[in-house]
Antibody, heavy 120, light 107 residues
Framework: EVQLVESGGGLVQPGGSLRLSCATS????????MSWVRQTPGKGLEWVSG????????HYADSVKGRFTISRDTLKNMLFLQMNSLRAEDTGIYYC?????????????WGQGTLVTVSS | EIVLTQSPATLSLSPGDRATLSCRAS??????LAWYQQKPGQAPRLLIY???NRATGIPARFSGSGSGTDFTLTISSLEPEDFAVYYC?????????FGGGTKVEIK
């Protein structure tokens, strides 16, 4: 059974940092692309960042480029999102999602989400 | 980026009714269009990928059609558990983008 479990969310002041983690199991982690998708009151569902297995390429939404960094640990089957210079508009639920393919595609499994609140 | 526009915003129907949801892309996405269902407090669930392929475990009452810029999700006969919000998503161009959603509510 595929499982994705996020952690690391919380309350942070504007300009602060958080590191999200996603523990995965039930599939061959190194064989699939992985993404972070957030859901915010203002913009609904928004893809944030992804890691393609094909070529080991990372991708970012323009709204987070230069501030967020995606990474993975294939030995521990974990995905991470380092979020720096956080803004109020980054507030939302962050989901770890498994792509259906080796490159960014559809998301066939999702975690339960972790809430990030950016506020002073 | 490709903008996906879903209509209607809300669909008020009764159990047993047929539901027809629309998703229009700002430019052609070939058949690289997926549909998700989301219930309150839950993550989205993949229903349809590549326009018409049902994901694992999805009942046959859910079907997808379309290509290019116009897509449709059809629920042939609504079950009580189908009342939820539905989103479309394209993977044709980076970044992947989602539509704003259609809420299917009980009439």
């Amino acid at each position: 059974e595929v499982q994705l479990v996020e952690s690391g969310g919380g309350l942070v002041q504007p300009g602060g940092s958080l590191r999200l983690s996603c523990a995965t199991s039930g599939f061959t982690f190194s064989s699939y692309a992985m993404s972070w998708v957030r859901q915010t009151p203002g913009k609904g569902l928004e893809w944030v960042s992804g890691f393609s297995v094909s070529g080991g390429v990372t991708h970012y939404a323009d709204s987070v480029k230069g501030r967020f960094t995606i990474s993975r640990d294939t030995l521990k089957n974990m995905l991470f999102l380092q979020m720096n210079s956080l803004r109020a508009e980054d507030t939302g639920i962050y989901y770890c999602a498994k792509d259906r393919d080796t490159m960014l595609s559809e998301f066939d499994y999702w975690g339960q989400g972790t809430l990030v609140t950016v506020s002073s | 980026e490709i903008v996906l526009t879903q209509s209607p915003a809300t669909l008020s129907l009764s159990p047993g009714d047929r539901a027809t949801l629309s998703c229009r892309a700002s430019q052609g996405v070939s058949s690289y269009l997926a549909w998700y269902q989301q219930k309150p407090g839950q993550a989205p669930r993949l229903l349809i990928y590549d326009a018409y392929n049902r994901a694992t475990g999805i009942p046959a009452r859910f079907s997808g059609s379309g290509s290019g810029t116009d897509f449709t999700l059809t629920i042939s006969s609504l079950e009580p558990e189908d009342f939820a919000v539905y989103y479309c998503q394209q993977r044709s161009n980076l970044p992947p983008t989602f539509g704003g959603g259609t809420k299917v509510e009980i009439k």
